[in-house]
């Protein structure tokens, strides 16, 4: 059989090389999105050091008066190393609905715990009633949390008792709840028996390891301190990024 005649094969010789230059920058093209997607994910995936600003030191050195049998963290004027978080984790407490167990708190009050002032002051300390009471943070969304930082008054070494964290799916807290952190061995406060220490509070705060642990709400619990039978806090920081 003949072949097609040569002018009506002349188009598809000159279409050929066009179209391997057509493909060649789809696919330079597809390359240069895939790398740059895979940057993207790398640079949010890449854990980097927790950054807190500290407030000023209200008191040094040990305590003298130590409860007797208290499984307490020694005291130490030492920097603790800091958590390892991804890089794109922010502070989300700002922002959030807060609310307390304790009906008397205000919502003027309660906004002081993310307003970023720290210092040992009475005018920086947000005061809830005797008993176990908690401060709770709706984060608006599911986050993925990393990091809880929050500070009781430090203005003398005391410890605060029953200081446990969790985290929910729902604001009734009755949904995947999940305990973070909880230092009451005796489990008086009904929230389950803890296994983590005691410790003095200090301008460092307490910094706890969410995990990235998805919620979307957050619970901190606390029984008064050596101190008072009042419940005190001072500022609340939440590192989170949206959940995937």
């Known amino acids: 059989m003949a072949g097609r005649p040569a002018e009506s094969r002349q188009p598809e010789m000159i279409s050929n090389p066009l179209l391997k230059r057509i493909r060649m920058k789809k696919n330079t093209l597809m390359l240069v999105g895939l790398g740059l997607f895979a940057a993207t994910t790398l640079l949010a995936d890449e854990?980097?050091?927790?950054?807190?600003?500290?407030?000023?030191?209200?008191?040094?050195?040990?305590?003298?008066?130590?409860?007797?049998g208290a499984n307490i963290e020694p005291l130490s004027d030492k920097p603790k190393p800091p958590l390892m978080i991804p890089g794109d984790a922010k502070n989300v407490a700002p922002g959030s609905q807060?609310?307390?167990?304790?009906?008397n708190a205000t919502a003027t009050a309660l906004a002081k715990l993310t307003d970023g002032d720290k210092e040992a002051f009475d005018t920086s300390i947000v005061l809830l009633r005797k008993g176990t009471q908690y401060v709770q943070f709706d984060?608006?969304?599911?986050?993925?949390?990393?990091a809880i930082?929050?500070?009781?008054?430090?203005?003398?070494?005391?410890?605060?008792?029953?200081?446990?964290?969790?985290v929910a799916d729902n604001a009734d807290f009755t949904e995947n709840v999940r305990t973070l952190f909880n230092n009451d061995i005796e489990n008086s406060s009904g929230r389950g028996v803890g296994t983590d220490k005691q410790y003095f509070e200090t301008f460092?705060?307490?910094?706890?390891?969410?995990?990235?642990a998805k919620a979307r709400f957050v619970r901190l619990y606390s029984k008064g301190s050596t101190d008072s039978a009042l419940n005190e806090y001072t500022e609340v920081e939440i590192y989170?990024?949206?959940?995937k």
């Open 240 to 243: 989170a990024r949206l959940a």
């Open 98 to 103: 807060i609310n307390s167990s304790d009906t």
């Open 204 to 212: 460092q705060g307490r910094t706890v390891d969410a995990k990235g």
């Open 149 to 166: 930082v929050f500070w009781h008054a430090h203005d003398t070494p005391k410890i605060y008792r029953n200081v446990i964290v969790q």
């Open 139 to 146: 984060l608006g969304s599911a986050q993925e949390i990393f």
């Open 47 to 68: 854990l980097v050091p927790l950054k807190l600003k500290l407030p000023a030191a209200a008191f040094v050195g040990t305590p003298k008066d130590v409860p007797a």
